[in-house]
T-cell receptor, first 111, second 111 residues
Framework: QKEVEQNSGPLSVPEGAIASLNCTYS??????FFWYRQYSGKSPELIMF????GDKEDGRFTAQLNKASQYVSLLIRDSQPSDSATYLC???????????FGTGTSLTVIP | SQTIHQWPATLVQPVGSPLSLECTVE??????LYWYRQAAGRGLQLLFY??????ISSEVPQNLSASRPQDRQFILSSKKLLLSDSGFYLC??????????FGPGTRLTVL
């Protein structure tokens, strides 16, 4: 059973639209949830983290967490071509020392 | 400032040869450190993590090993590389608020 699951995509949205990325996780003890952006050939870059149920907004990015449904999502408003990348969802273990990553969703923003 | 370094950036090695990848962090002490591998088109696989000098936890049994000889140094090694060891090797460290940040990575090709 995979710890973290994401739709691999590819997901294509037009410039200016909202991109919605989804992630589910299996460990109910997980406390911290992360979204990373990875450009081709580069290392992952942390863009959002969320600990509590509800929404967390940072600029054009909003992370949403529903622990009851074991579901995390990332919304990107006013999508730009520079947002084209693979987005990785990650959760930590209930011990807090280990992190589990999804396989990523490839996003393409079409100018 | 806090930074994480990895070297080499790229490496091409023949099957059966040894491997040594190095990761160092600056601007912090006693960080949690992690080694991940990302195979082509796949997600991040946690290989090892360390909570302190000489303390290594292995996630996946294979022909790789890790060591932490100094507080801010984490080394990934192999005595004999396999073709399946090819991938993008990423070192990461744990910062405040349980957030994990990645180094620039080492791209390893085993021929």
């Amino acid at each position: 059973q995979k710890e973290v699951e994401q739709n691999s995509g590819p997901l294509s949205v037009p410039e200016g639209a909202i991109a919605s990325l989804n992630c589910t996780y299996s460990d109910r003890g997980s406390q911290s949830f992360f979204w990373y952006r990875q450009y081709s050939g580069k290392s992952p870059e942390l863009i959002m983290f969320i600990y509590s149920n509800g929404d967390k907004e940072d600029g054009r990015f909003t992370a949403q967490l529903n622990k009851a449904s074991q579901y995390v999502s990332l919304l990107i408003r006013d999508s730009q071509p520079s947002d084209s990348a693979t987005y990785l969802c990650a959760v930590n273990s209930n011990t807090g020392n280990q992190f589990y990553f999804g396989t990523g969703t490839s996003l393409t923003v079409i100018p | 400032s806090q930074t994480i370094h990895q070297w080499p950036a790229t490496l091409v090695q023949p099957v059966g040869s040894p491997l040594s990848l190095e990761c160092t962090v600056e601007g912090t002490s006693n960080p949690n450190l992690y080694w991940y591998r990302q195979a082509a088109g796949r997600g991040l696989q946690l290989l090892f993590y360390s909570v302190g000098i000489g303390q290594i936890s292995s996630e996946v049994p294979q022909n790789l090993s890790a060591s932490r000889p100094q507080d801010r140094q984490f080394i990934l090694s192999s005595k004999k590389l396999l073709l399946s060891d090819s991938g993008f090797y990423l070192c990461a460290w744990l910062k405040v608020a349980n957030t994990q940040y990645f180094g620039p990575g080492t791209r390893l090709t085993v021929l």
